[in-house]
């Protein structure tokens, strides 16, 4: 590998450590999963799961012993920032340069998705890409295939390839747009030699409405090869910005302040949810980033976004359009009914457009019609709402859409912006191939799609409690008191479960401002909340005589008081929605058992109990299923055992600490000690689906005690 020297760059980053590389020198595969990673670490290159990046090698043919030309490509599905060698396809060149061979042509050029599959050459291959004739019928050996902002505006402009010719040179050659596959690999090649027999040697070329492709003899000189023509598109918008009128028209209303977006943002999030998950639950997430600002607060957003996005990628994931909310930034959001009958016109309307747009467009063949919900929601004055299957889905959402603002920004500033024409976009959204490749996801988790909130999720019970429903496929808000404790339970749920299934914030179950600032942080984070878990407690065992006032109080205002705060604040939040939901009370044995030295504590999980009963019984008309578990004795891990509690039992039953977990075990009918997982288990009974017709219900977690059998 030559020298490398240090590029400066300004509007993308130099990420390249030569030391780094240089360890990887010799193994070519490994140096383009490395540039990948590169490439997929900065946004402004592309998006979460977009593009695509191959090299050429040499390599031993495993059967017959001799040197043949092989292509590792980004698999189906893969992202190129987190892509390893497992998620790529290997392919025999000489085989997939055959199928030009039995090409039938472009009205049924996907019969040639199932040929690649003949054409693998390592047998741990993922599914080879849409894109692989893209790269395969280019003759470089490493390539890089991305979307990024400053590109798609000038392949978007309404004389993109205009300014691509004159800013180049000539030297980035045009394809127009066409949809991915067989037919649009020869295209790439065939403007490659075109451009040879005019004696120019293309750097790249510029898909119409699409993307970019760059290319280079070595890692190093692709990766540097791409960024400079990113760069190029970059400065060259930047330089256009404003020059012959303000940005998107320039604006016509100001933002809220910072910290009211996020009041109005979280007290209608749950609102949207509602109407978004009318054919399945979605979840939410909520940014006011300055882009989106720019954009929803401007001029020309009533032009520009019922116009759509171009990039096949942006509307795959954020559908044609958004919805954009007639509703001033500083509306009275406080009576939810109010608001829902002000909103639903508007998301009828949108559903109406967009079965229009499918029964216009749509082939005899096509899939059934998807949710006609928007997945984007533009909020003026406040942010952008999406909405989508899972954290993930959304999240990537919102920055698919961020990355269309920037496309009709830089488009209106050289030329005017252009959008795929609907019957374009929707062979792309209702492609077949991309059905099949739906219809092979794994089946969706029970929980995907609901969000919990269990108190006290820092550790112990609450903690495991969240940890399975998450298993399960929920999002989660971890809580606690203390902040620390919280914030370590976060990180452990980053490293479990990655950086979508949980949220933190800190909570007071006792305090009412604390517990709406929970609830308003689920809002913000997921988009509401469906299943909140009533589990945060102390335990204080004393003689009446011993049980002082200041015992009393903490006991019923954390386990009383905060059941009723949490239920409180939490129905109003399912109300919202509209599509029910779940309170579980983590109650006690000691609720319906009348044991030694536990007055304060017995008597406070009783209130608890008979708390449960009154608000089934008041909220089935809100489709809200209101049930207890009464553990005992969960000793492992529990803070429970803090603070003298498991000194008070083991001097009311006459025994020491130590023998403690012996004895609750030899007392039960099962003879089993009780894990914070028996509970967490039981919490997933209840809301897993299994059980969605009850309500009012006791569930024992306890080993089995007859004394506290319900009936």
């Given amino acids: 590998m030559s020298k490398i020297t240090t590029q400066t760059y300004q509007h993308v980053s130099y990420l390249w450590d030569e030391a780094k590389a240089a360890s990887l020198a010799g193994d070519e595969v490994a140096l383009f999963l490395y540039r990948s990673n590169l490439l997929g670490a900065d946004l402004r290159l592309t998006n979460y799961g977009g593009g695509n990046t191959s090299v050429k090698i040499t390599d031993q043919d495993p059967l017959s012993g001799k040197p043949v030309e092989v ?129 120019i040697q293309l750097k790249g070329i510029m898909l119409g409405s699409h993307g970019l492709f760059t290319w280079g ?13 990113i760069e190029k598109c970059a400065q060259y918008l930047a330089d256009h910005y ?43 997430h909520f940014t006011d980033d300055e882009r989106v600002l720019e954009f929803i607060n401007s001029a020309d957003l009533g032009k520009l976004a019922p116009m759509g996005t171009s990039c096949p990628d942006h509307f795959l994931r954020t559908k044609i359009a958004p919805l954009v909310l007639d509703l001033p930034a500083e509306q009275d959001l406080s009576d939810a009914n109010a608001i829902k009958a002000q909103l639903a016109p508007a998301f009828e309307a949108y559903r109406q457009q967009y079965a229009a ?26 942010g952008m709402f999406t909405f989508s299957k899972d954290k993930q889905t959304t999240r990537v959402a919102a920055e698919f859409y961020t990355n269309a603002i920037n496309v009709m920004k830089g488009a209106e500033a050289i030329s005017s912006y252009t959008a795929l024409p609907h019957q374009e976009a929707f062979n792309i959204e209702y492609w077949l191939l991309e059905e099949a490749k739906l219809q092979r996801m794994p089946k969706p988790k029970p929980l995907t799609g609901r969000v919990a909130l269990i108190s006290g999720s820092g550790g112990g019970i609450g903690k495991a409690i969240a940890k399975k429903l998450a298993e399960e496929g929920a999002c989660v808000v971890l809580n606690d008191l203390d902040a620390g404790r919280v914030a370590e339970a976060q990180q452990e749920f980053e490293q479990t479960f990655g950086r979508d299934t949980a949220s933190q914030v800190q909570m007071d179950v006792t305090n009412a401002a604390s517990v709406q600032a929970a609830m308003d942080a689920a809002a913000l984070a997921f988009g509401g909340v469906d299943i909140l878990v009533s589990n945060a407690g102390i335990s204080i065992s004393k003689p009446l005589q011993d049980h002082s006032l200041e015992d009393w109080d903490r006991l019923y205002d954390i386990l009383v008081k905060g059941q009723f705060l949490l239920s409180q604040a939490g129905v109003a939040v399912m109300r919202k929605q509209g599509f029910g939901g779940d309170l579980i009370n983590i109650v006690s044995k000691n ?36 049930n207890a578990i009464n553990p005992d004795a969960v000793i492992a891990n529990s803070n429970i055992w803090a603070g003298g509690w498991a000194e008070g039992r083991a001097k009311a039953y006459g025994i020491t600490v130590e023998e403690l977990p012996a004895y609750y075990a030899k007392r039960t009918l099962l003879n089993e000690v009780i894990l914070p997982e028996d509970i967490a288990n039981a919490c997933f009974a209840l809301v897993g689906g299994l059980l969605s017709k009850s309500t009012g219900n006791m569930l024992n977690v306890d080993g089995g005690i007859a004394m506290s059998f319900v009936r």
């Fill in 71 to 199: 292509m590792w490509i980004k698999g189906s599905g893969g992202d190129i920032g987190t892509l390893k060698k497992s998620g790529c396809a290997a392919l025999y060149m000489d085989r997939f340069l055959s199928l030009e061979n039995v090409y039938p042509g472009l009205e049924r050029e996907d019969e040639m998705v199932e040929l690649f599959n003949h054409c693998i050459f390592d047998l741990n291959s993922k599914a080879p890409s849409i894109d692989t004739p893209l790269h395969g019928f280019l003759p470089f050996k490493h390539i890089d295939h991305l979307h990024p902002d400053a590109a798609i505006a000038i392949a978007a402009a309404k004389e993109g390839k205009k300014i691509t010719e004159t800013l180049f040179n000539g030297e980035i050659g045009w394809v127009e747009w066409q949809r991915p596959g067989f037919d649009l690999g020869l295209k790439l090649r065939d403007c490659l030699h075109e451009a040879a027999g005019r004696g």
């Fill in 217 to 229: 003899d070595t890692a190093y000189e692709s990766y540097v090869n791409t960024l400079d023509v």
């Fill in 242 to 284: 404003g020059k012959t009128r303000p940005v998107f028209g320039g604006p016509i209303r100001e933002s809220l302040p910072a910290e009211k977006r996020k009041v109005q943002a979280a007290a209608l999030a749950p609102i949207l949810r509602g109407f978004c998950s009318a054919f399945r639950p979605m979840i939410g």
């Fill in 357 to 382: 747009y499918y029964d216009k467009c749509k082939h005899p063949n096509s899939p059934a019609m998807r949710d006609p919900n928007p997945v984007v929601i533009l909020y003026p004055g406040v």
């Fill in 591 to 626: 609720a319906l058992v009348a044991g030694p030295n536990n007055a304060g504590y017995g008597s406070a999980k009783a209130a608890q109990g008979h708390l449960n009963r009154l608000l089934a019984a008041e909220l089935g008309v809100d489709k809200i299923r209101v």
